[in-house]
Structure formats: C-alpha cells, structure tokens
C-alpha cells in the first residue's frame, strides 16, 4: 500500500497518514499493483493538480475526497502528481476529484504517485533509455549565449528565431537541441493541418489553451536544409525532425520539404531525416520518401476506425490513407514507428489491443513509442466511455512484447545512420 500524497497552499509536499493511495484508469479508481510503480525517477516533476482535491481510500476501505490538510484543517489542499521525463510510460493516471466539474485541465500527461516508507513512486513503466531527455541537460545557463551565436550566425533564418522562442518560452528539448547541436532537433515548417485532434498541443480543441503556439509562416526550403545540415554535420547522435509540437501537419508541406531533403543530401549522409506526421496525406509522404526520408513516427491513438476518427477527426484522408503511407516509406526502407498515444482505461482495453496487433501485423511498423497523452481524463473520457475496464498498462506493454517479439517497443524515435 502507498500513502496518498498532496500538496499544501504552500506547495509543500505531504503524505496523509489515514489515506491510502488511488490511481484512476478510465473512470476507474484503483488500488495500485506493484508491478504497476517505480521508484519516483530522476529527471520526473511532482507537480500540483489545480481546483482538484486527491481522492484515495480511508483506513475503512471508503473512497474519500481530502478537502483539508490533515495537519491545518483551516487550509485547502490540492493533488499532486508526476510529470515524466521520456523514457517513461505511465500506468495509472492520479484520483481527484474536479472543484469544478465544468472546467478542463491543463494539457499535461499527469501520472498518479504515493509514498511508501521515505520513497515516493510513480504509476510508470520504463519503456526507452531516458538520459538523453534528462531535464539536467536542458535550460543550461550557457543557452542563451549558444542561441544568440547562432542567431548571428545565421541571421535572416525565420525558423531559428522560431526555435529560440520555443526553446525560452516553451522550453522546448527539441528547439533547444538544435543550439546545443546534439541529438533530435526539431524543424517546423508548416501552420495548417489535416486533422482536429481532441489532444492537440499546438492548438485548442479543448476550451484550454494550447501550450505553444503554431509557427504563423512557411519558411523556404534554404531555411530548412540551412539548420539541418548544420545540425547533421555537427551534432552527435543526429537526428532532425519535421513535425513539432508547435506546428501542423508537415507532409502539407511535402514539396518544400522534398525539395530541402535533397538539397541536405547534396551536402551530407551524415545524420537521420525523421518526420513527425499524421500521415493522412499520402502524396506528401510518398513525395518526401521518395526525395530521401529516413524514419517515420505515425501519431495514432486507435487503430479501430470509428474511434481514430473521433479522436484524431480526419480532414480529407482516412485511416486506409495513413496505411497507405506507412507501407510505401517502409518498402522504401524508411524505418516506421507509430506513436501511439497512451491513456490508461483507453489503450489497454481488449478491443484497442486487438486491433493494434492486427495493425502492426497487416503494416510494416518496425516499433511503437509510447506517448503518454497529455489531456483531461475526465474529457477524453466524455469521447470513449466503456464500461470494460483496461487490462493494465504494465500487463498491455508486456503482451505486445509476448505476441510481437520482433517489435521494437520504446519511447522516442532513434538515430537509424
Ligand atoms: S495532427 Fe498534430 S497539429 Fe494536427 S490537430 Fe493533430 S495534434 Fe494538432
């Protein structure tokens, strides 16, 4: 058993000594497995949940909402939750109750925690090596000066005073990665999409608003091949990715883009050209394949139609297309990862299982990353309710180990040159 922990106005930290700790899975509350925690990893963020309170089990086995501190009943108390590093797939969403039930929360992937003994542990699997995406590697003292010399450097480039905006006021790894000129960098290109997506974090489908905002121009593929062959000539481990958290659909931009991987090419074989996509739009695809792709992240977050559909809500292509994209890059040898977005109650139930086995057996995926789905379950849930509970996260990620061995399960795409 795990205590429950919450947070103070003060934003301390405490466990209440009469309340054991809930996770929720759906609209579930539940008891914790074992198998279902981990130690709180390094590089993980406690954070508070707002105008909620912690819900978890009283010493009568009662579910109970803590309204108060245990130790000052004339102040309020709020959840508390993780945030985790990548590398790290979450199992169990936190208990809490909503003050009010008309409002949604912040767009963040909030994973239940406990205590137990003087440890404190967190719903989590580890699904990837999470070094790389280690918050001490990130907003470094020496960022600033790394961004203005490459400002300079490069002056009349749109994008990378897009990247410095993001990497400062979003804190961005991906934009940041580009100035420390090491491992995946972003590259955005593209304002419009051809989706709707209920989780979108680059704009509000959800009365809360987008985390960042959408990059507002195209940039010229000189732009484009300007930063990436100066990040795949310089950085370690490179990787360039189209397809970021503050812009659209990038296939909308194929012949832009088509155009920037050969000139890239032209100049380097160093280095993996990824995509970030949807991959609705086939012909895009198929236009940046053939002008030299090298890996693929499909964002998915069902493979059954009706509710790909409500979620992701198409514009002007269908599931059918995004498998149409996907076997075209891999028979291109381009390496295809989905991007599966993960909430627990959802994408454990049996019928999302199946269907996610048939997908990946009927198409060539050569591995799933794990996207914990940053969202309000209470939202989310208004869209798929069911009364089938999920199998478990640990037990779901351990069957597609079992039924798929030659599947590369993990968390983030990685270097294939
Ligand atoms: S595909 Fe990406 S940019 Fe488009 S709506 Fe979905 S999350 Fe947003």
């Not at 295809?336 to 086995?357: K, Y």
Request: some cysteine; hydrophobic content about 35%.
């Amino acid at each position: 058993m795990y205590l429950t922990l919450y947070a103070t106005e003060k934003g301390e930290v405490l466990e209440h000594p009469g309340v054991m700790m809930l996770g929720r899975s759906g609209n579930e509350w539940l008891v914790p497995e074992e198998m279902e925690m981990i130690p709180l990893p390094k590089g993980a963020s406690l954070v508070a949940i707002p105008d909620c309170l912690p819900v978890g089990l009283g010493l009568d086995e009662r579910v109970v909402a803590i309204e108060k501190d245990p130790y000052n009943v004339r102040k309020k108390v709020s959840p508390v939750a993780a945030l985790l590093p990548q590398g790290f797939t979450r199992t169990l969403l936190p208990a809490f109750v909503k003050r009010d039930s008309e409002k949604n929360m912040p767009l963040f992937g909030y994973a239940a925690v406990g205590l137990k003994g003087d440890k404190i542990y967190v719903a989590a699997v580890k699904t990837d090596e999470h070094r790389k995406w280690h918050p001490v590697y990130y907003n470094t003292e020496g960022l600033p000066a790394r961004i203005n010399r490459m400002l300079e450097k490069f002056p009349d480039n749109r994008i990378l005073r897009q990247l410095a905006r993001c990497s400062l006021e979003y804190s961005c790894f991906t934009a940041q990665n580009i100035f420390y000129q090491r491992w995946e960098g972003g590259i955005p290109t593209m304002p419009s999409c051809n989706a709707n997506c209920l989780g979108c974090i680059s704009e509000d489908h959800a009365g809360v608003p987008s985390p960042q905002n959408r990059i507002n121009f195209r940039p010229t593929s000189h732009e484009i091949s300007q930063i990436a062959i100066e990040h795949l000539t310089k950085a370690n481990d490179a990787i360039i990715s189209f397809g970021q958290g503050c812009e659209g659909e990038p296939s909308l931009n194929a012949e832009v883009l088509a155009e920037a991987i050969k000139i890239i090419r032209s100049r380097t074989e160093r280095g993996t050209v990824n995509i970030n996509t949807n991959a609705g739009y086939t012909r895009g695809i198929k236009k940046m394949a053939d002008a030299g792709l090298d890996a693929m992240r499909v964002t998915i977050f069902s493979c059954i139609e009706e509710n790909y559909n409500r979620y992701h809500q198409p514009r002007g292509y269908t599931l059918a297309d995004v498998k149409d994209s996907i076997n075209y890059a891999a028979d291109k040898g381009i390496k295809v990862s989905l991007n599966l977005l993960v909430f627990p109650g959802i994408t454990d139930r049996e019928e999302e299982i199946e269907a996610l086995l048939d997908f990946v057996a009927r198409n060539n995926v050569h591995m799933i990353q794990m996207r914990n789905l940053n969202i309000d379950p209470d939202y989310i849930m208004r869209y798929f309710p069911s009364d089938e509970a999920g199998i478990g996260m640990t037990e779901f990620i351990n069957l597609l180990k079992y039924e798929m061995p030659g599947l590369k399960i993990g968390s983030y795409t990685h270097p294939v040159r």
